[in-house]
């Protein structure tokens, strides 16, 4: 049986690199960037005013006051007619070009305009004004050429904000993975429907698009396929297409656990079988190769796990192991699950034979972060897990941990 560590070892080796693919703008929220960007425009693209005011020469105004002549107003989007001479001003809004000769913003609120007189006249009466004042130079934010994002950057709103400004609506980066996902068993029902004696509704399907989606994923739901293996082999097949296959259920023990033996029909290669972890022991994870002439055009294989169908099994084992697969399609860094510290807040005992990912709730305070264990039914109470914001790990065997004793937990 694999140990966690071995199953990831054996997960990032088997997924191939991440495969670069062109998307719009709008669609690339969380993906990575898989080019270099460089600016094609300086920012600003020109000398501009930061305030509403007006543009003078600072040597004018060397004191805080003068009296200036006007000479023309210049809104956002239009361009100065005129240079501004010693003794005049120019009326500018934010974001307008600075006119030839200006030097410096005076502010609207340090100013008075009589148009009494002809030509108008600024009286000023502020604090000394200085080169430079309110006005931002071309280029000091970016220049044209330079590198202003790397390749393996997550996109957030300010690199998006940052790629529209160098003209960028198409961006190369790695494409969310496709993931079926497939809930097996013949006990399942639809989630609209009302089970009857020995049925329950199919909790799983939901859930795993929803973990898919959260992880930057698109979740493809393929429905319920039932304990027979002719459907159910046509319902693997129709899941191959996708760059994950996600099935829940069915790949235990039982009579009826007929799982792992017809993705090895379908031509699945099993890559390993069970896992030494609780809960998820029958994890099952393996590729199907894809033959050139239906080759996905991004990935060259179908990454397949068979999630044991407890949903807590279900649920734990796609963070670990299949958000693992999809940190590498996706080319997040770090790929192995991350934990933080936190300080145990109460003392517990824990006993099991297998390394436990069990539920817990975290809650930061400016004195660090604590944690705390909820009570668990095991890997059938979902429930319990709606109480909790992560799971601790703990080790095969029997310990007391004291409170204060710091703990690996994998935020959810
Ligand atoms: N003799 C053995 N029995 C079991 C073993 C074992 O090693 N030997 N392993 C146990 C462990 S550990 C787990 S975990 C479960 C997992 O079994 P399967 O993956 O085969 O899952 P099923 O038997 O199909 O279902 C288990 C449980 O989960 C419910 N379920 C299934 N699918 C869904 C779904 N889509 N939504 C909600 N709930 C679902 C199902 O009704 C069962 O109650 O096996 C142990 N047995
Ligand atoms: O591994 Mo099973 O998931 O313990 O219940």
Redesign the pocket.
Known sequence: MFTVEQALDAIIAEVADPVAARVPLGESLGLVLAEDIVSDVDSPPFDKALMDGYAVRAADVTSGRAELRFLEEVMAGQVPTRAVEPGWATRIMTGAPLPAGADAVVRVEDTQFRDSEEPAVVAIDGAPVTVGQSIMRQGTSTQRGQRVLNSGTPLRPQEIGTLAESGRDQVAVYPRPRVAIL???D??VPVGDIPQPGQ??????S?LAAQIQRAGGEPVPLG?AR?ERTHLRTRIEAGLACDLLLL???????K??L?PSELQAAGVRQVFH?VRV?????LWFGVSERAEKDANPIHKGCYVF??????V??MVCCEIFVRTALRRLLGIEPQRPLAVSARLEHEYRHQGNRPTYHPAQMESSLTGRTVSIVSWQG??D?RATTAANGMVCFPAGEALYSAGTVMDVYPW
């Open positions: 809930a097996t068993g006990e399942l329950i509704r199919n909790s799983n399907e859930m319920i304990d829940s259920g069915g790949v235990s023990a039982g009826l656990d799982v069970k609780k809960p998820g022991k029958p068979g999630l044991p169908g407890n949903p099994s279900s890997s059938s979902l």
